[in-house]
C-alpha cells in the first residue's frame, strides 16, 4: 500500500467551505482568549517601564512598597537566570532590562497583588533613578559615526571591521555581475525609499495566567502563536526545566508574527514563583504599541537596469533595517525577497541590521519583503512609465518559473507567478476603464513559507470518530482545514473529527504558528497521521480476517480484502474495525513527527485603484483586487480571509500607520486612536482570486497563503498614487502631509 | 473615588460646589474614563449628571434651542427638527466618535473638554451659542469663545459645571456646515476643522462667520476671513481670496497628527468647501 | 475604600455585583460576573471589542462605570443567542466565515444587531460607516460586511 506519498488531485472535502469547528464559541462569546482565564487565589501583575528611550539605570527603589499589604511579589532582572548568551540574553533583556533602558517601554520592574487596581497604583510607587543617554531611532543615523551607542560586541562575524557597533548583520546574494548588466540597460533607475516602522495591530493584547509551584512545575495559559517556544523560553529565562513548564494555547485574538516573541509570561511566572500565588498578566494597549516587537522601519537604495523592450539587465538592492535594541532585523529577507519575482542574470542583494532605541522588532506577515517590494516595484513602474511599457507585460518577460534560478539562490520548483499576472491581465479589474481621477497601481509580490518541526496525533474513537491534536495555534481557521483533511483521507464526516491544539506536555515539539506553515506542515502531518491510521485499520482488518497485511486495501472509508485469494470478507468499515479495537489489538492511533521540507514559495499580483484629493492629500481607494497562488485551498473561505486581511494591512501601512517618535525617542502615539489601523469605512471590497498552481512538496498541492498577500500593496497603492497625481511617493507612510507636501514642490 | 448620582440639578449644585478635592463632571464619559484609564487624572470625586432629567433634553423656546448636559451626539443627531435648522452643527456632533461613542458623548462633554480639536465646537462659535453655567451663586451665560481659556481650559470657577447648551434659532435665507480632515474616514481626532454659519440676500452674503477648528490653542474665529466675504457674491476670487486669509489666520502646531504647513493648506481648503456646501444648502432650501 | 453594591438586569437576569468606583462596566462584566464575550482590546473606547448593548444602545463597556449600571438593563454577546438557537447575524458570520481569530466578533456582533433595530435595510456604506468603531485586523471587513447585509436580508424575509 502506497499510502504514504500519494498525491491527491481529486477531492471530497477539501476545497469546500464547512462551518469552522471553533465558530459557536466564538459568535456566542464563549471562546476562551488570553485573558479569559481566572483562578482562585489569583494575582494580577503589572510592569513598570521606562519613559526613557535610553538610560542607565541606577538604582530601583521599592521601599515605599514594602509594608503594602497588598504587593506580594516584585521581580526585577536579578530575579531571572543570570548566565544566558546570545539570543537568550537577549530575550530576556527584552522581558527586564539589565543595567540600561533601551527604549521608550523597556521593562524595568514588576509587581503582583491581590487586584488590578492595587497593582497599578503599587507600580506607580517605584522609584527609578535613571542617568539618561543620548538615543536614536531612525536608522540611518544610528549607522552614522558617532552615533549613541546601544550595546558594544553584538556584531555577527558578518559584519565588516571598524563599523559603528549599531551595525549587527550583513547579508549578501545574488549572481552574476550587475556592472556589466547596467551597461546593457537602455535606462536605469536609482532611487531611495524608507518605511516607518508598523505594527501587526492584533486586536488582542498579550495576556497569560500562570501558576509556578514550589516544586519548579510550571502552568502557563496564555496567547501565544508557538506555546512550545513559551514553555522553551520561560523555562531558559526562568533556569528550569522545559519539561516542568506546560504550556496551553488560549485562543488567540491575532498574532501576524507579534505573538511569535515571548513577553510577559516569564515575568508572571517569576512573580508567581516569589508569590506562590497564580498571577495573571494583561498588557494595556499602549503596552502593546510600546514594547512589543513592531516590524523594522528601514532605508532602502534600489537599482535597476532595463531595456527598451523591457527585458530587465541588471537589479541591485541595499536594504537598511533597524530592529530595535537588538540583532535579528529581517534585513536578510528583504534582500532575498526583493527581485525574487524577476528572472534576473545579474543581481545583487545587500542587507544591513542596525540596532536603535526602539522596542525589539517582532516578525510581522511576511517580515522583510512588504518594504523591499515597496521599493522594487515602485522603481520598475517608473522604468515601465518612462519606456511606455505595459506594467503587466513588463513584469510577464521577466517573471520567474520553474526552473528559473532565484534572486536568492536556488533554482525554483513549480510556481504560479506568471498565473497570477494571467489572471490579472483578464480580471475584469484591469479592463475596466478608470474612474476620473483614479490611477491604477500594479504590484507583485514574494514569499518564501516555511515547513519546521510538526508533531500531530489522530486518535480513533470506539464509534468511529477522530480527535486529532495539532500543536500549532490556530491563527485564522486551520482547525477547520485539518478537520477537512482528515475527513477527506479518512472518509468519514467532517462532523465527526474533532481538532484541537494540545498543550506543550502532550505533543512533540512543535514549531511556531509562523512562516505561513500550518496549513502546509500541520496539514501534511494530518495527513500524514491519517494514512498511518489507515494504515493500522488495514492491519487491523487483516488481522481480524487472519490476512497478511497486503492482502487488504482501503477504500472510502473501508478496508477490503485485496481479491479472490484473500477470502470473501465483507468489507470492514472504520465503525467496524473501530467498535472491537479494544479487543482486537488495542487502540489505534496514527501520528507524524517530522520537520516538513517543501514549502513552496507563494507569489501575488495586486491591482488597485486609488485617487488623491489634490487638495488634502487624501488618498482613497476605490477597487483592489488580490490574486494569488494557494497551491490548493483547502478551505477558500479562510483563503480569501488570508488574502483580504493581507492586502487590508498593506492598505494600512502603505497610508497611514507609522511609528512616531518625539524628539526624546518617547512614542507618541501608543493607541489605537492615532495608530490608524484601516476601520471598515476605509476599505472598498477586496476581491480575490485564488490561483492554483500546486506545490510538489506537498501531497495536495498546498502552499502557505498567510503572508504573501502583504506583500505587494505597499508598491500598488503607490503606484495607483503615481499614476493618480504623477507623483512618486519614496517614503511610507503616504500620509495626506507627506503626498500634499510631495505635490506642492511637485507644483513647484 | 467618591461616585455620586445625583437626581436633581439642585441636589447635583450642592455636591458639586460643596466637593473641595479634585471632582470632575461624568456626563457621557467618554473623554473623562479615558483620562482615568490612561492615569492623566484621579479625581476624588466623579459625579454623574446622566440621571437628571432636566439636564436630559433638547427644548426649542420661541428664539432659542437648549441642549442639556446630558443628552447624547445621537439623540442630537436623531433630532430632526434640530438637525434641519442647524445641519453644521449636527455634523459636529456626529462626527464624535464611532457609533458607540456617539450614543454616549455628549456635546457639553465634547466642549467642557476644551480640546481645540473638539468636532462640536466651531459650528457651534459660528452660531453664536451661549452656555449656561450653574454654581453656587445661580446661573450664567457666556459666550463659547469667552468659556474657553486655552486646550483644556474653560473660564469656570470651582463650583460652577454647564448646565446647557443655548443655540439661537437660525435665520431665514441661512444654513450651517461644519466640514473637518482626518486621514482616515473615521475614528480620527480632527487634524482641522472648519464650522460656518452663512446667510445670503440676493445671492450675496450678508452675514458669515467662519470658525477653525485644531489649528490653534483653542477655536479660532477668523473675522477676517468672515470679514471678506460679507457682500460678496459666491465665485473663484472670493473663495480664493477666503482660502487664503484661512491659511494665515491658522495659527496651528506641528504634532503626531499633521504638520504646520499641512494644518494651514488644508484649513483654507476646509473654509472653502464649508462655505459652498453651506451656501448649496440655504440655495436648496429657498 | 469600601465597594460599591451594583444590581441591574443583564441578558434578563437580575444581577448584583460589588465593585471598587474606578472600574469599568467590562471589568464588572468580565472580572465580578463571569461575562468574558465582551473582550477588552484597547480600554479607550478606540476598537469596539468591549461593545454591548445598554438601556438599548449599543456602546463601548469600557468607557462606562460599572456603578452606572445601576438599575439599567444590558445585553451582552452571551444573551445573543436564544436557549442554544443562534441569532440570525450570529448563524450568518459563521456562514461567511467573518470571523478570522474571532476576538473582535462578539463586538461587531453586538453592533451589528444594535444597527439592524434601527435599520432594516442598511446599505453597504451604512453598514460601513456604523461599524467603523469595531476594529477587526484579521479580515479586512469584507466578509464582515457580506455577512450583515445578508443577516439583515434574511430578518427582513422571516419576518
Known sequence: MALDNENKNFFDVVGTRPIRPDGIEKVTGQARFGADAYLPGMLHGIILRSPHAHAEILNIDTTSLDNDPSVKAIVTRKDFSPDLKGEDWNILENVMADQKALYDGHAIAAVACSSLLEARDAVKKIRVKYSLLPHVTDVEEAMKEGAPIIREGVARSSVPKDMHPNIVGYHESGHGNVEKGFIEADLIIEETFKTEAAHQGYIEPHACLVNMMPDGKGEVWCCTQGHFNVAKVCAKLLGTDASQIRVTASEIGGGFGGKTAVFIEPVALALSKKANRPVKMVMSRSEVFRATGPTSSTSMLVKIGMKKDGKITAASGTFKLQGGAFPGSPMAESAMCAFAPYDLEHVKNVGWDVMCNRPKQAAYRAPGSPMAAFAVESVIDDLCKKLKLDPIETRLKNAVKEGSKASFGPRFERIGLVETLESAKSHPHYLAPLKDGYGRGISCGFWFNFGGETSVSLALAEDGTASLSVGTPDIGGSRASMCQIVSEELSIPYEKVRATIADTATLGYNEISHGSRVTFATGLATIKAARDMKRKLCARAASNWGLEEDAVYWEKGYVKPAGPNAGNHDPLSIIDIAKTMGRTGGPIVGHFEASPEGAGVSFATHIVDAKVDRETGFTSVDRYTVIQDAGKAIHPAYVEGQFQGGAAQGIGWALNEEYIYDEKGVLQNAGFLDYRIPVASDLPKIDTVIVEVPNPGHPYGVRGVGETSICPPLAAIANAVSNSVGIRMKELPMSPPRILKAIEENNG | ?286 | MKKVHVSTTINGDNKEFLCDTRETLLDALRDHLALTGSKEGCGTGDCGACSVIFEGEVICSCLALAVEAEGKNIDTIEGMANDGKLHILQKKFLEHAALQCGICTPGILMASKSLLQQNKEPTKEEVRFWLAGNLCRCTGYDKIINAVLDAAKEMRETV
Open chain 2, 1 to 286: 473615588m467618591r461616585y455620586e448620582a445625583p437626581q436633581t440639578l439642585n441636589q447635583a449644585v450642592n455636591v458639586f460646589s460643596e466637593f473641595n478635592g479634585l471632582k470632575r463632571i461624568l456626563a457621557g464619559g467618554t473623554d473623562i474614563l479615558v483620562q482615568l484609564r490612561t492615569d492623566v487624572i484621579q479625581p476624588e470625586l466623579l459625579m454623574n449628571i446622566k440621571d437628571i432629567e432636566e439636564l436630559g433634553k433638547i427644548e426649542l423656546f420661541d428664539n432659542f434651542w437648549k441642549i442639556g448636559a446630558g443628552v447624547s451626539a445621537a439623540n442630537i443627531t436623531r433630532n430632526k427638527e434640530f438637525s434641519k435648522e442647524w445641519p453644521g452643527i449636527t455634523e459636529g456632533v456626529g462626527l464624535i466618535g464611532s457609533t458607540q461613542i456617539q450614543n454616549r458623548a455628549t456635546l457639553v462633554g465634547n466642549l467642557s473638554n476644551a480640546s481645540p480639536a473638539a468636532d462640536g465646537v466651531p459650528a457651534l462659535v459660528a452660531a453664536n451659542a451661549m452656555v449656561e453655567i450653574v454654581g453656587r451663586n445661580g446661573n450664567r451665560k457666556l459666550e463659547i469663545l469667552s468659556l474657553i481659556s486655552g486646550p483644556g481650559k474653560l473660564n469656570m470657577k470651582s463650583d460652577e459645571f454647564i448646565s446647557h447648551i443655548l443655540i439661537p434659532r437660525q435665520n431665514k435665507n441661512s444654513s450651517d456646515c461644519y466640514i473637518r480632515f482626518i486621514p482616515r474616514t473615521e475614528m480620527d481626532i480632527a487634524v482641522v476643522g472648519c464650522g460656518v454659519n452663512l446667510s445670503v440676500e440676493n445671492n450675496n452674503i450678508s452675514a458669515v462667520k467662519v470658525v477653525l477648528g485644531a489649528v490653534g490653542p483653542k477655536v479660532i474665529f477668523s473675522e477676517e476671513a468672515s470679514n471678506s466675504l460679507l457682500g460678496a457674491s459666491l465665485n473663484a476670487d472670493s473663495l480664493s481670496k477666503l482660502q487664503e486669509i484661512c491659511e494665515r489666520d491658522a495659527k496651528p502646531i506641528d504634532d503626531k497628527r499633521g504638520t504646520i504647513d499641512f494644518r494651514r493648506k488644508v484649513a483654507g481648503v476646509l473654509a472653502k468647501r464649508a462655505v459652498e456646501k453651506a451656501y448649496k444648502r440655504i440655495m436648496e432650501d429657498s
